[in-house]
């Protein structure tokens, strides 16, 4: 049972937030001094209930025509109507979708109505689920609560307040993914029956890919999202060479946590846990997780008794940009993630095999721009927490050897970036004219630099003017 605020506390929630939105209370009033009902609806409800951070606010207003509701939102700033056909307007200055109650008429191709005098339960029973199908009265702070949503929350279930409306917008089926990464909820069984035959084929892209960021930056164990794609038959569908992972046995000296699929899994659940600078440098690592072993499929074999992949990293990266590319059209997020599959092992490579101060800088310079050493080595300390015997959970244990890479990678000066060139065109004038045989040399001055150590520019111009 899920731990949420009382019905007591939630009044003093939404009144901190209507205050912290000036002028929203004197809206509020307003509208309702010409008829209006005004209900805070939506994830907002929810999340105020689960007691964590409330980023948007969305407002239902009944009882009043749309254009009166935006002759009252011109009082208080522009009105922004992009959405009015659909029934929403916005203020410029104030970030709240106002909508009123609206449906779609029924044929090929539905039209949007806008029926402010709908009922609240008509009105509610068109959202996605009953943990979304609540309002608080704004007024009276009344909980509107039709199809017991709130109950559904407390006791981590995922219901639909109508199965029909439910089909009818496909994305759906990617929000009940995220949603059960994100709050550890289940879907009842008809959810479940839905979601396992509903017809997915036409989201598209960018929508996914949204889905996908939520669960990823936003879940603690996006893993058991995955794992219920996979119980209801539709991960081979939307995560291929996922699946292909399944049964993809490991060295037991190595894994002890079983094949590729749950070694994946467990990586996901390691790594959503860091600490990162950025939502793009998480996402970025996690999708790198999600990816690093793939390259398994093709190269696992038992040779002499002992289950190898060799090669592994490098045959990944082609499988890697076969999944992100049905998510994502982010090419920065596809190379990078690409890089760190490649270069993963590197890590535990470059300690056990005492690599020189160099070979991290040119490790750093083959990764940059949108991938540093600090972020190669979350995916390595990931990879070594995926594997736990215990089947569902990763290792929580630190990395002594991921240790000295970072302090390697630090002492070579790499670890957030690449070592700056000490020559540029101008430095090696009069000696060489501009043209294609100077940006050769500075190239390979460059190269020198690195290899050798070389802090000094004189020294590097002499050494590569020798000749």
């Not at 003093?12 to 001094?33: G, H, M, N, T, Y």
């Not at 008794?305 to 592994?312: K, N």
């Not at 596809?334 to 490579?349: F, M, Q, S």
Request: glycine letters at 6%.
């Amino acid at each position: 049972m899920k731990n949420i605020q009382s019905l007591e506390s939630i009044k003093k929630s939404v009144e901190l937030l209507i205050a912290a939105s000036f002028p929203l209370r004197a809206l509020i009033d307003a509208l309702c001094q010409v008829g209006a009902v005004v209900y805070l609806v939506g994830g907002s409800v929810r999340d105020i209930f689960l007691n964590v951070s409330v980023k948007d606010l969305d407002i239902e207003v009944h009882k009043i025509s749309l254009e009166t509701l935006e002759s009252v939102l011109k009082k208080f700033g522009t009105v922004n109507a992009v959405g009015k056909s659909f029934g929403v307007l916005k203020l410029d200055n104030l970030p709240i979708d106002w909508s009123l109650p609206r449906f779609d008429e029924a044929g090929r191709r539905p039209q949007v109505v806008v029926d402010p005098w709908m009922d609240i339960k008509t009105a509610f029973e068109r959202r996605d689920l009953t943990i979304n199908a609540m309002g608080i009265n704004l007024t009276t702070f009344e909980l509107v609560d039709p199809f017991d949503g709130l109950n559904d929350l407390k006791m981590g279930v995922l219901r639909t307040p109508n199965p029909r409306f439910f089909v009818e917008d496909p994305l759906r089926f990617y929000r009940v993914m995220q949603f059960i990464g994100r709050f550890e909820m289940y879907p009842d069984l008809v959810l479940t029956k839905v979601c396992r035959l509903m017809d997915i084929s036409n989201v598209s892209r960018e929508r996914i890919e949204s889905e996908f960021k939520k669960l990823l930056l936003q879940s603690k164990r996006p893993s058991i999202a995955l794992h219920w794609l996979d119980e209801i038959g539709r991960l081979e569908e939307i995560l291929p060479e996922l699946v292909a992972t399944k049964d993809i046995l490991q060295e037991p000296d190595w894994h002890p946590e079983g094949d590729v699929f749950e070694h994946t899994l467990q990586t996901i659940d390691a790594a959503v846990l860091f600490d990162y600078a950025s939502h793009e440098e998480k996402l970025m690592i996690v999708y790198a997780c999600l990816c690093h072993d793939l390259g398994k499929i093709s190269t696992t074999q038992l040779i002499k008794g002992r289950l190898t992949a060799y090669d592994h990293a490098r045959q990944g990266v082609h499988y890697a940009k076969s999944l992100l590319k049905r998510i994502t059209n982010n090419k920065t997020l596809i190379d990078g993630v690409c890089k760190l599959v490649d270069a993963h092992l590197h890590p535990y490579e470059f300690i056990t095999g005492n690599a020189s101060m160099s070979a991290y800088k040119r490790l750093a310079l083959k990764l940059s721009p949108d991938v540093t050493l600090a972020m190669l080595s979350k995916v390595a300390f990931a990879d070594k927490q995926g594997r736990n015997s215990k089947r569902g959970v990763p290792l929580s244990t630190q990395e002594p050897l991921l240790d000295r890479f970072l302090h390697n990678a630090e002492r070579a000066g790499v670890l957030f970036s690449v070592e700056r060139p000490l020559l540029q065109g101008k430095d090696l004038m009069p000696e060489v004219q501009p043209g294609p045989q100077m940006g050769i040399l500075v190239k390979k001055a460059y190269a020198i630099q690195l290899s050798e150590s070389i802090k000094d520019k004189a020294v590097l111009k002499k050494l590569l003017l020798k000749d």
